[in-house]
């Protein structure tokens, strides 16, 4: 299987000492274009451990499995049908996870969460793409971040999470796409997609014209994938979503309000906020372009984390594309309380 790929970027950090860390169970942090990564041989079940214990993960939350090539995914998982095969050539590398059956001498049970199944990704980074290759071994890599948290789109949010805890963490700049990979599973001539995210519906129909495309239902989905069950993504702050086509919620005189939104909203109800609190806007983008958004999402999440605000209105940009209710998702998720 042959795919065009980003050229891999080789690291000073990437030293033989750095290789018998990994190989030793260690456990380091690099920058992928969805989010950065916390890795550990996914080989190994001690060292797959670590990275439920350093994150705080619940143990039935399966981790995704990271290989430098396409070629190198029928080594850990078996491909069963031609549709996994055209979506794995078509949007790999890239931000495309796929469950696939796992070979069970071939991976961690850990990694797997004790199921049958393994989700597994190329990353289009090139400095990931560099580390794997040198490695030589599947990583097993959650977003860096403590359970529940923000994921780290930069290191420096990673280092703020983990620099006492993580010994290695590569500096990859800004992730490109700023939130998490899109994660399907294949079902007779059905993709089901079981976390959105920047791969949207729209591309895989394009892409699979014959079959149908339809998101999963995740409160009646067995957990076989990252994001399907628990509370995600969320500052400290209190999140509250906010719409344009209504006014905004009740809040109390002198709150401090973070408020992430387009200059539509902010020109129709800057007035009447104004009156009741001090308003910090981070942000405007364009309605009917989110990239922005999801860009930035989780970096003013720690923003507002780090500033002394009450709460964060964020309005919501509804659901016409697949981008665009993957952001939801993950705003939505941000909400729960």
Not at 11 to 16: F, L
Not at 156 to 178: H, K, L, Q
Not at 260 to 272: G, K, S
Not at 279 to 294: C, E, M, Y
């Amino acid at each position: 299987m042959h795919c065009t790929t980003k050229e891999s970027y080789f690291h000073p950090d990437i030293t033989e000492e750095f290789v018998r860390y990994v190989r030793g169970g260690g456990v380091f942090i690099f920058p992928t274009e969805t989010v950065y990564g916390i890795g550990a041989n996914a080989l190994d079940d001690a060292a797959c451990a670590r990275i439920f214990t350093i994150k705080g993960r619940p143990q039935d939350n399966p981790l995704i499995v990271h290989v430098h090539d396409a070629g190198k995914i029928a080594e850990y998982a078996r491909i069963n049908s031609d549709i996994e095969c055209r979506l794995i050539e078509a949007f790999m590398p890239g931000p495309l996870t796929i469950i696939l059956p796992a070979i069970p001498e071939k991976i961690s049970k850990t990694a797997c969460a004790g199921l049958s199944t393994v989700a597994v990704r190329v990353p289009d980074h090139p400095l990931a793409r560099g580390i794997l290759s040198v490695l030589d071994l599947p990583i097993a890599a959650p977003s860096a971040n403590p359970s529940g948290r923000p994921s780290a789109t930069s290191a420096g949010m990673a280092r703020a999470y983990f620099e006492n805890s993580v010994p290695y963490i590569f500096d990859g700049w800004a992730c490109d796409t700023g939130i998490e990979s899109t994660i399907v599973r294949v079902d007779g001539d059905t993709v089901r997609i079981l976390r959105p995210g920047s791969i949207a519906h729209e591309d895989i129909e394009w892409v699979l014209p014959d079959c149908r495309v339809e998101y999963a239902n995740a409160s009646d989905e067995k957990i076989t994938a990252p994001g399907m069950k628990y509370r995600h993504y969320a500052p400290n702050v209190r999140v509250c979503i906010i719409s344009a086509d209504e006014a905004p919620p009740e809040i109390p005189v002198r709150s401090h309000i973070a408020l992430l939104a387009t200059e539509q909203y902010l020109a129709a109800f800057h007035d009447t906020l104004k009156t009741r609190t001090e308003i910090h806007p981070f942000v405007w983008w364009d309605r009917d372009d989110p990239r922005l958004l999801a860009k930035v999402l989780y970096e003013t999440y720690t923003r507002v984390d780090w500033g002394e605000y009450d709460i964060l209105l964020i309005e919501d940009i509804g659901e016409k594309t697949g981008l665009a209710r993957a952001i939801m998702n993950r705003v939505r998720k941000s909400a729960e309380r």
